[in-house]
């Protein structure tokens, strides 16, 4: 599986899990202190709010805390508790409540186009901004497949759709992406971001 | 003429593709730079800088799970004993709130206030206290009452305040209420001294993150 960006720290140790496997709090905060900024990245790319990427990180620790006593190692630490964080995105997207893409985040409006911003930072701020108004679905499963590594089985599994609807939904998002960000010729400019807000 | 993206994708992802894809794809320089492209752009999201989590965040988790922990256990009388930090009802100035922290400074030094979890467990760090329940008590009774102080002195909270620490607030006093309400439950039973002993602990890590939060919250309007 693909390294994900924000991975953060990742260095506990045998005894750290050990620990918080018996319920010592202080090796609580060591696995919130590894893995929170990677949890919290992923949400907000998820979920490109970053009220539900709060609520996300702390539905996520709150289960890891109170699941890592029955933790067996089946598959890495960092994988049990990316798919835990990854089950409440697919939820808060789920939700009625989700209203996808109505408003741009306001990281986004705040930093865009600011005149210093040049170069590779640049076209980072485009594709972050470019990805985060991409329609929800589309969002998550480029982000799964492109960036955790998931393959169109398993993110058709975790949506309870078909491989072939994942396929779609990326190949649609690499188009929106694509109309989206800047080239550095400038050929294609992020007009249609800025037009949003 | 270039192939359709979904095709593109196979190939850029090592994905079988049918004969007449790959026929159309060979020797087709556009295509090549399409997936050429794709590769990048996947580059490019995975080298995606990272965020930062909110500081009040591991409050907010620890509120939680003493909320879970509280809830799960029986519930019986009315508490009796009372949080003693003022109501909301009259938050002080933003120039006050800058010279009390400017005041309290020396009290609030960071080994007083360390990262949100490592709240000092007496039970564990303290040499020659581990083997008296009493002066374990006392112990954090103490350093609870120290909390209640630096809280008091730091004053209200402001009125307006985002709605994720407003969240975090709530969850962090409602958990410290459900604690001292079984901690009333208990009440003086020498047999329920573990649980006890684990309430305490629970309360001052509590109080010790809402002191972060609002500490947080003063240097913010004062800054």
């Known amino acids: ?197 | 003429m270039r192939a359709d993206t979904e095709a593109l994708l196979s190939l850029r992802d090592g994905e079988p593709l049918d004969a007449a894809s790959l026929r159309r794809l060979a020797g087709c320089e556009d295509s090549e730079r399409e997936v050429q492209r794709l590769r990048d752009c996947r580059a490019a999201l995975q080298a995606l800088p990272a965020f930062d989590p909110p500081a009040h965040a591991w409050a907010g988790v620890q509120a939680r799970l003493a909320q879970l922990d509280t809830q799960s256990a029986p519930r019986a009388a009315a508490p009796l004993l009372r949080r003693r930090w003022p109501s909301r009802a009259a938050w002080l100035p933003v120039a006050a709130a800058l010279g009390l922290v400017a005041l309290l400074w020396p009290l609030l030094a960071p080994e007083r206030i360390a990262s949100p979890a490592m709240v000092d467990d007496p039970v564990t760090h303290a040499p020659g206290l581990a083997a008296d329940v009493t002066v374990r008590f006392a112990a954090l009774q103490r350093q609870s009452h120290e909390f209640d102080e630096l809280l008091h002195a730091l004053g209200d909270p402001p009125e307006l305040v985002s709605a994720g620490t407003a969240l975090t607030l709530n969850g962090i006093e409602g958990g410290i209420a459900l604690i001292d309400d079984r901690l009333n439950q208990l009440g003086t039973d020498a047999g329920a001294d573990a649980e006890r002993e684990r309430l305490w602990q629970q309360r001052l890590e509590l109080m010790n993150a809402l002191l972060q939060l609002r500490l947080a919250q003063a240097q913010r309007y004062a800054f």
């Open chain 1, 1 to 197: 599986m693909t390294k994900p960006s924000g991975g953060g720290k990742r260095d506990i140790t045998p005894a750290e899990l050990a620990g918080a496997m018996r319920g010592d709090r202080q090796a609580h905060a060591r696995l919130y202190e590894c893995f929170a900024p990677g949890i919290y990245t992923l949400a907000r790319r998820m979920l490109a709010e970053p009220a539900l990427a709060d609520d996300v990180l702390q539905e996520t620790f709150v289960d890891v805390i109170r699941g890592i006593g029955g933790f067996r190692g089946d598959a890495s630490l960092d994988t049990w508790i990316r798919r835990i964080a990854i089950n409440h995105c697919l939820m808060h997207l789920r939700s009625p409540w989700h209203v996808r893409g109505e408003a741009l985040p306001e990281d986004l409006v705040a930093t865009h186009g600011g005149s210093d911003v040049q170069g590779s930072a640049q076209r980072q701020l485009d594709l972050a901004g470019a990805l985060a108004c991409l329609p929800a679905v589309s969002r998550a499963v480029v982000w799964l497949h492109d960036v955790e590594g998931y393959t169109h089985r398993e993110i058709a599994g975790l949506l309870g759709r078909t491989p072939s609807f994942s396929k779609s939904q990326l190949a649609r998002a690499h188009d929106r992406l694509r109309g989206l960000i800047s080239d550095t010729d400038g050929d294609e400019a992020c007009e249609p971001i800025l037009k949003r807000s």
